[in-house]
């Protein structure tokens, strides 16, 4: 049965004819001119140039977008080390972003994210310091993070006061090195309250008068002043140094604390006299001692200091000439009209006469305990000797006249 359908099926002539009429088909389809390719195809030249032209449209746009992309994992830098000089100001609270920016805009680096790449990879970023740092132009942005940690590179104008200067010989030491007038720095330190200082600071318990004045708080440092600050701004900033040196040694809580009801505005007075009549730093707080037993105990004479430098300190005031305690005249130590005469005048002086550095704080603060009402330098080391006694104290002098000192 199965046979026989299947040569039935054969032999259907319906089927021979499209046999027939397909292998016509296939042969006029390879008949056709052109050129043959593989698997018998013919492709025209129109053909094979849309199909380049639309590979190379695919590519473009491949490396395009390779390039877009890149650009946006890679920031732009530049490759140098840079170029001429410029000044940037990295301001107080400045972010790393903020630092970036302000690069960006000098043309220090190519890019703000450049820059913050190169913070990001190195932890001392966090480190970067205030201040108007010299730096190049168009530079690497690891270059420019290595300038800014490089304090070398930071501008600023270096001023060092020594202990015990006057406010006139510090506004003299400021004007000289930063080219301010000394009446820029006068101007700006006529309101001390001002510049910082706190108002208790200013509190007697003395019963005298209160004098304001920025003596005594312009701490005695070297300082990194910016080069575009004010007379204003640099007292301020000696000022807030002062405060915090007072603070660090709890110099306020230690007075009202030991020295029996004196304020600590009369110990930084005392602490003036002692950083000016102090010849070696070891006699600061025997000094600082004699003055406290002079006013405050009733065991000298009308409870006067009896300074020479108190005298010294109202001439310079007065724009006079100050002098070795041997050549002041005794209508010098008479007058009156000098309100830091402390021959003349009881107590502790209307304020203090210098700006005392931290030993000369620390001997105010804690002086050594004795009963010594004088002193005297014996020798031209500046080594003083301390009596309790008058006749006592003789003795000391003619040791400083023996050792050619009086």
Known sequence: MIDELDLAFDDHPERERWRHARRRRRGAQRGRPGKKGRGGRVRTPVAFLLSFLLLAALGGGAWYGYDRVRGFFHAPDYTTAGTGQVRVEIKSGDTITDMANTLYHADVVKSAKAFIEAAEKDPRSQNIQ????????????????????????????????????????????????????????????????????????????DGKKVTLSVEGFLFPATYDFDPDATAEE?????????????????????????????????????????????????????????????????????????????????????????KASKDLLQSELDDRSNPYNSYVYKGLPPTPINSPGKAALEAAMRPPKGGWLYFVAIDKQGHSAFATTLAEHERNKATARKNGVL
Do not use: H
């Open 130 to 205: 205030p201040g108007f740092y010299r730096l190049r132009t168009k530079m690497r942005a690891a270059e420019a993070l290595k300038l800014l940690l490089d304090l070398k590179n930071k501008v600023v104008t270096k001023v060092t006061i020594p202990e015990g200067r006057t406010v006139k010989q510090t506004f003299s030491l400021l004007s000289k090195a930063t080219g301010i007038p000394v009446a820029q720095f006068a101007a700006a330190a006529k309101d001390p309250k001002k510049l910082g200082v706190p108002d208790f600071w200013f509190n007697r318990t």
């Open 234 to 322: 640099m007292l301020r900033q000696m000022v807030a140094q002062f405060l915090q040196v007072a603070d660090e040694m709890k110099f306020v809580d230690t007075v009202q604390a030991e020295r029996g009801g004196i304020s600590p505005y009369e110990a930084l007075m005392v602490a003036s006299l002692a950083q000016a009549e102090a010849g070696v730093p070891e006699d600061l707080g025997k000094i600082a001692r004699v003055a406290y037993n002079r006013v405050y105990t009733g065991k000298f004479d009308c409870g006067c200091l009896q300074f020479d430098v108190t005298i010294n300190y109202g001439l310079e005031l007065a724009g006079k000439p100050t």
